[in-house]
């Protein structure tokens, strides 16, 4: 009995700082942008209360309506690519390919790369005059055009490529293990019944790893909300501001511009879109439990 | 949650600096973005004459003014404020003294008699309510042509002196292969090349009225919406791999003979310096295009955050000194491109360039403040959206483009 006691206190004591931490760091942190961010706060911080003056200003300016709808076009784009393509890889090596080993690799390398690196390799290699495109015709296609890099209304598009690209291994590994995991029997039940393979994979294993792509899908997700580094890295936000990402336009706002208070209207704007985003899964969730 | 990431990445900074922040007697710890093959030479001549005199210099170089400035902005929020940072001069380094972060440097001024040394428009930005606040190192200006000589040789055609010029040579240049206008399309740079066009196509008052007086009618007028027009024309002489460039290598398309003319400030005089170039020979320059009678004012200048050791603020002393002196600036000039701030330092010992730069500068009328000195940050930071927005949108009309700088510069104040 006193034991018991012990080890919840012992327990208690050594989790009380993080939960400290966390109420003041996170929660504390996200108290305070949404005070600021009904203030005319400038290059510092100011708490003469203006109302919503900061949204009126946020949502009439070009700039973050790109940024913002960007967010979108490159979330859904990547988590389904990324979905799609990581268990597409993972079908294809369940399917006992030879050098299993050797594949798993390469798909996983990118994910051991950051984002700067990802961005700047990628950027190499779409620039019009000096990768991809230069190097086809150089090759005597001469016609060959594939400047999406430059092309104001493609860029975001090659974002979303070079994340796929980086994030695809990571779903391949978790849904290689999950189809590892799939019992013998519903593989023998399945032949026996003489269902074709791609049918099986369809409509009996994949279904069973549901719990598994939500785990993908939410780690993804934390990837398109802090995807800062791959757009300053890969087109800086350009041509314009095409590619902007709401992320972004919080640094520069903050930072280069010395506005805190429209930095902190689009970081709430940006956790109301989380909230939104997250709230039919909270909602799920709740009922199923 | 962005406001998250943003305070863990500030701490992250403060972390990896604690080192150099935990200072001992005589270390200056310089936050500056001069990271370019001519910039780091630059800086290095002050780094050398700091250590000569007995101190340890401690490089924060950060790539690129935004990373520098917010580096520089999270250490003081944080509580490790560097020995001294690099600001451009202008509204943002009255704000920063008005916000009493920086340390007012009177006593060094008096005693080396800044004030009549330095051009009175530097000495008024420079001080806030009487107070000395910066030390100016330089004076750029950001209303430079750099030519290749080589392809206006072959093509057989005169440098453009104005817009009408360049655009009656354009079509031959892009006829014999070579890219016209070297561009690198990042927004700051964009926004760079319209000014000057504000000023060709407006001339010098004009260019006051927007952005001394910020009168709101002139901002939209028939000058503004020609600007846009001019502005628009010159996208097609730019090349597809322009967004996204660095000025620096737009600055060595010219001096490889790939691109004719690059209108960017005369930092880049410092890139031609270092890939061993002789001005007026393998490369030229002159004033934009319609601006030859403007020198467009950029000063660089270094701010000394208040610090609570006696040992840190003796540093300071130490830099300041360096920084302030004829001899050094000069030297560190010859590297960077620019002309000294101190009209007592011998500026035509130069080259060719800043012997054209110091006959203009020296005319009061052509003193033009720069986009640092007409407004704050925010502002610039609206105006720069807007360009690239017409730059980057060929669908965008002048006369929209023109309204809405106006509503910007109409918005500016309040």
Redo the contacts between chains.
């Keep these: 009995m006193v034991g018991a006691l012990g080890r919840n206190l012992t327990s208690k004591a050594v989790l009380t700082p993080t939960i400290i931490a966390m109420t003041v ?2 929660y504390g ?2 108290a ?2 949404i005070y600021v961010s009904f203030t005319r706060s ?3 911080p100011n708490y003469d209360l203006v109302g919503l003056a900061q949204y009126d200003r946020l949502w009439g ?3 973050w309506h790109v940024s913002f709808a960007n967010m979108f076009i490159f979330g859904v784009l990547f988590i389904t690519g990324a979905l799609a393509l990581g268990t597409l890889l993972a079908v294809l090596i369940d399917t006992k390919v030879r050098m299993e080993g050797a594949f798993r690799t390469i798909f996983l390398y990118p994910l051991s790369m950051s984002f700067i690196v990802t961005g700047l390799a990628w ?1 190499w290699f779409l ?4 990768g991809l495109q230069s190097f086809v015709r150089s090759l005597g296609w001469e016609t060959f055009e594939f ?1 999406w ?2 092309d ?1 209304d493609m ?1 975001i598009y090659t974002i979303v490529i070079a994340a796929i690209w980086q994030g695809s291994g990571l779903i391949m590994a978790i849904m290689l293990a999950g189809l590892r995991s799939i019992d013998r029997d519903v593989w023998k039940a399945t032949k026996m019944d003489g269902i074709p393979t791609w049918r099986a994979y369809v409509s009996v294993i994949l279904p069973q790893l549901q719990p598994l792509v939500i785990t993908c899908v939410v780690l993804l997700a934390i990837t398109v ?2 995807s ?1 580094d791959l757009v300053v890295a890969l ?2 936000g ?5 590619s902007d990402l ?2 972004k336009f ?10 805190i208070g ?1 930095a ?1 209207a ?2 709430v704007m ?2 109301m879109a ?1 909230i939104a985003a997250l709230a039919p899964y909270f909602y799920l969730v709740r009922r199923r439990s | ?7 863990l990445g500030g701490a992250a900074v403060m972390t990896a600096l604690l080192p150099a922040a935990m200072a001992n007697a005589q270390t200056a710890d310089v936050i500056h973005w001069w990271t370019s093959g001519g910039e780091s030479r630059a800086i290095g001549v002050f780094a050398d004459a700091f250590e000569d005199a007995g101190g340890t210099w401690v490089d924060s170089a950060m790539v690129g003014g ?1 990373a520098a ?2 580096s520089a ?2 250490r003081i929020a944080g509580g490790e404020p560097p020995t001294a940072m690099q600001w451009n001069i202008g509204v ?1 380094v009255q ?2 003294a008005e ?1 009493g972060l920086l340390r007012p440097l009177n006593d060094l001024a008096e005693a080396g008699n800044w004030t009549d040394n330095l051009p009175p428009l530097i000495v008024e930005n420079a001080t806030h309510d009487g107070n000395f606040y910066a030390v100016p190192v330089n004076i750029h200006a950001d209303n430079w042509m750099w030519y290749s000589t080589a392809i206006f040789d072959e093509v057989g055609v005169e440098p453009p002196e104005t817009w009408d010029d360049f655009f009656a040579v354009a079509d031959q240049i892009q006829a014999a292969g070579y890219t016209p206008l070297a561009l690198g ?3 700051w740079q964009e926004s760079l090349l319209f000014r000057t066009i504000i000023i060709a196509a407006g001339g010098r008052d004009y260019y006051r009225q927007v952005f001394v007086d910020h009168d709101v009618e002139a901002a939209g007028g028939p000058q503004m919406v020609e600007a846009f027009e001019l502005f628009g024309r010159l996208r097609d002489y730019v ?6 460039r660095l000025w620096n290598e737009a600055t060595m398309m010219v001096a490889n003979n790939e691109a004719a003319i690059q209108i960017m400030g005369d930092w880049a005089k410092g890139e031609f310096n270092a890939a061993g170039l002789v001005a007026g020979e393998d490369y030229g320059c002159h004033m934009a295009p319609g601006t030859r009678d403007a020198y467009v004012l950029v000063v660089d200048v270094f701010t000394f955050p208040v610090l609570d050791e006696d040992d840190a603020t003796a540093a300071q002393t130490m830099l300041a000194e360096i920084m302030m002196d004829p001899a050094h600036q000069v030297e560190f000039n010859r590297h960077k491109g620019a002309l000294p701030a101190r009209l007592d330092a011998d500026a035509g010992a130069i080259d060719a360039c800043a012997a054209i730069g110091e006959q203009i500068v020296s005319d009061p009328d052509a003193q033009l403040p720069n986009m640092a000195l007409a407004f ?3 502002v ?2 609206q105006v720069t ?1 807007l360009v ?2 017409y ?3 060929p669908s965008m009309t002048a006369e929209e483009a023109a309204e809405r700088f106006s509503d910007i510069v109409a918005n500016a104040d309040s």
Excluded at chain 1, 127 to 130: Q, V, W
Excluded at chain 2, 1 to 7: G, I, P, Q
Aim: glycine share 8%; charged share 25%; hydrophobic share 35%.
């Design positions: 760091c996170f942190c996200m305070w942008t400038g290059m510092l300016d070009n700039r950027r620039d019009p005059t000096d400047d890099l430059v104001r860029a909300v802090k800062f087109t800086n350009g041509p314009g501001f095409a709401p992320a919080v640094v520069d706002a903050a930072f280069e511009r010395a506005n429209q902190s689009a970081a940006m956790l989380v | 949650m962005t406001r998250k990431s943003v305070l935004q400035r917010a902005m999270t943002a704000q920063l916000e399309g990042q927004p090349d597809e791999g322009s967004p996204g704050s940050n925010d610039e930071g959206d690239t927005e730059w980057n949108d």
